[in-house]
T-cell receptor, first 113, second 111 residues
Framework: DAGVIQSPRHEVTEMGQEVTLRCKPI?????LFWYRQTMMRGLELLIY????????DSGMPEDRFSAKMPNASFSTLKIQPSEPRDSAVYFC???????????FGPGTRLTVL | SQQGEEDPQALSIQEGENATMNCSYK?????LQWYRQNSGRGLVHLIL?????REKHSGRLRVTLDTSKKSSSLLITASRAADTASYFC???????????FGRGTSLIVHP
């Protein structure tokens, strides 16, 4: 298995633009997590899906952020409009049942100018 | 709020020495997990210890769990320069299944 796949690996955009981050979890995993990591705030859980259904999105900062999981093999995290304070590394992780070990993707480094 | 909190925030040792990192948490847990993150990479799972376990080993890693003190420790024996990374603990409580990560311990092993 190739592990969790994220794209793009790097994204540089201007304030106000729409940003879409993509994630392909490990086949057979039914839980998917989106995290954001910054020096100031550490690793923050944004949203958690179980069996493609959003279970907890309390970590989503504001309405500019949205996430979808249309099927078991694909998820997106969208920021519209983006702001400089959204600059961070965004990680996707998957697991088999949420309470087990998570497998992280390589992350997407987002820079909003 | 972050449940697990690692201590120390930073640790600098010489190759061959042992490194010990601690994690404290506030509420009862289902399990506790340790992860490593190399610079510029995603987190990699190291060990999972369940609430009814007290100690687990994996190679040069030893994890202990004291539920009465709500704390865990990660010991890396005979450290190597390649162990340089940030180490995070994550707690999973029985109700939510949502893992909560601490801020991590930054370990530097000097060759």
């Amino acid at each position: 298995d190739a592990g969790v796949i994220q794209s793009p690996r790097h994204e540089v955009t201007e304030m106000g633009q729409e940003v879409t981050l993509r994630c392909k979890p490990i086949s057979g995993h039914n839980s998917l997590f989106w995290y954001r990591q910054t020096m100031m705030r550490g690793l923050e859980l944004l949203i958690y899906f179980n069996n493609n259904v959003p279970i907890d999105d309390s970590g989503m900062p504001e309405d500019r952020f949205s996430a979808k999981m249309p099927n078991a093999s694909f998820s997106t995290l969208k920021i519209q409009p983006s702001e400089p304070r959204d600059s961070a590394v965004y990680f996707c992780a998957s697991s088999f049942e949420g309470l087990n070990e998570q497998f992280f993707g390589p992350g997407t480094r987002l820079t909003v100018l | 709020s972050q449940q697990g909190e690692e201590d120390p925030q930073a640790l600098s040792i010489q190759e061959g020495e042992n490194a010990t990192m601690n994690c404290s948490y506030k509420t009862s847990i289902n399990n506790l997990q340790w992860y490593r993150q190399n610079s510029g990479r995603g987190l990699v799972h190291l060990i999972l210890i369940r609430s009814n376990e007290r100690e687990k080993h994996s190679g040069r890693l030893r994890v202990t769990l004291d539920t009465s003190k709500k704390s865990s420790s990660l010991l890396i024996t005979a450290s190597r320069a390649a162990d340089t990374a940030s180490y995070f603990c994550a707690t999973v409580s029985g109700g939510s299944y949502i893992p909560t990560f601490g801020r991590g311990t930054s370990l530097i092993v000097h060759p």
